[in-house]
Structures are given as structure tokens and as C-alpha cells.
């Protein structure tokens, strides 16, 4: 076997563009998803007609929560746990526990621990790769269960009538951005404190007043 097997050559390029232009077949889903979303063009009419979708057990019928474009299914998930006893406890037809208070402690939680670590590496050089980590992303909606455990049990829960979904909690890509900005330049202050020799306590006194500022930040925008 040469040591030019498996390569892509120019003759097997031709021939790719030959088999594209003369196959009719390629040629039309070729047009069509340059128009239509690649997900409609690959949807198999044939299965939707021949679905069932009479069923003889109905599980529940509330109206089912909604994420919309944020990453918090994990919060959504836990939520959705607790509702069928305390509708029943409390003979309510619907009701949601808030997801935007979660998700408000959620974000001071994730900052505050974003800050420490920066302290606590802040002897370490800006290329090492536990910094470069947590400078790349220091703050995310995604979680799992033991992290929405631990916000229930230090939080506790409220109804979502009392904090309702905002924009900002349903949309959250431009507030991550704004966060992430701000958290990065609360690390650099920080490494720069302790490259300068300032003592502990007046990093964490910084530290402190930045929690002030990012929960007032996060409250405003939720």
C-alpha cells in the first residue's frame, strides 16, 4: 500500500464534481437546500402521515415549559419534578416554579467561583492552561443535577408569578456576553492586585465589591 491511499487527490476532486453535476438526484436536493432548511427538505412525509398519535393513557395535560433560547434544560428538568405533587398538594390545574430566580443565583454562584479561581491561580502565568480555561469561559447556562441540588438547597425555591421569565432570562446570549466581558476584566484587575503584591484582603475586598456590582448587573437584566 503507497503511502498515497486515503488521500484526496485532484483526480478523486474531479471526479466528486463529475458525480455531483451528472447524478439528476444530487442535483435537486442541491437546489432545494439552498432554499429550504435542510431539516424540512430531509422530512419523510410518508412517516408523518402513517404516525399514530392516538394514545389511550394521557400522562397529564399542563402546559409544558419552555426554555426557549437559553441553555438551562437542566434547570427546567429539576423544576419539572417537583410540579406534579405540589399541583396536586395544592389542587392546582397548572403551575411552574420560577426558572429565572434559579438561574439569577445560578449566575452570582458561577461568578463568585469564576473570581475565586482567578485568585487562587493568580501565581500562575496567563498561558497555563487552567487560566487560559477559565478565562475562555467564565460563565455558561449549562449545568447538571447536583449543581441545581445545590442552588435548591441554598436558595430554596419561589412560584414563577413572583419572578417571572424576562428577556434577558429567555434570551440569554447577550447577557452571558456582557457578563463575560465584565469577569474578565475583574481578572485581570485581580492578577494585576497580586502581581503588584497587594495583600489577600484587599483582593477579596475587591472580590466582594465586584459581587455587589455583577449581582446588581444580573438583578437589572432579569
Keep these: 500500500m503507497s503511502k498515497s491511499d486515503g488521500k484526496i487527490t485532484g483526480e478523486l476532486i474531479v471526479k466528486f464534481r463529475s458525480d455531483l453535476e451528472f447524478n439528476q438526484h444530487y442535483r435537486t436536493v442541491q437546489n432545494a437546500v439552498t432554499k429550504i432548511a435542510l431539516d424540512d427538505v430531509a422530512l419523510n412525509r410518508k412517516v408523518i402521515t402513517e404516525t399514530d398519535h392516538s394514545f389511550s393513557h394521557l400522562l397529564d395535560d399542563w402546559p409544558v415549559t419552555n426554555q426557549k433560547s437559553t441553555g438551562r434544560c437542566w434547570m427546567f428538568a429539576g423544576l419539572n419534578l417537583f410540579r406534579p405533587r405540589v399541583m396536586k398538594t395544592m389542587e392546582l390545574k397548572d403551575f411552574e416554579f420560577s426558572q429565572n430566580y ?9 461568578s463568585n467561583y469564576f473570581l475565586q479561581a482567578v485568585i487562587e491561580t493568580a501565581d500562575r502565568d496567563v498561558d497555563d492552561r487552567t487560566v487560559a480555561y477559565l478565562l475562555d469561559r467564565p460563565i455558561v447556562d449549562g449545568g447538571q443535577w447536583t449543581m441545581f441540588v445545590n442552588l435548591v438547597k441554598k436558595y430554596g425555591l419561589v412560584p414563577k408569578v413572583f419572578m417571572p ?48 456590582n455583577f449581582s446588581g448587573w444580573v438583578n437589572n437584566s432579569l
Design 102 to 110: 434559579l438561574l439569577f443565583w445560578d449566575k452570582i454562584e458561577r
Design 165 to 212: 421569565e424576562s428577556e434577558s432570562s429567555s434570551n440569554t446570549r447577550r447577557m452571558n456576553f456582557i457578563l463575560i466581558s465584565k469577569l474578565r476584566e475583574a481578572a485581570k484587575t485581580i492578577r494585576d492586585m497580586r502581581a503588584e503584591g497587594k495583600p489577600m484582603p484587599a483582593v477579596l475586598e475587591y472580590k466582594n465589591e465586584m459581587g455587589v
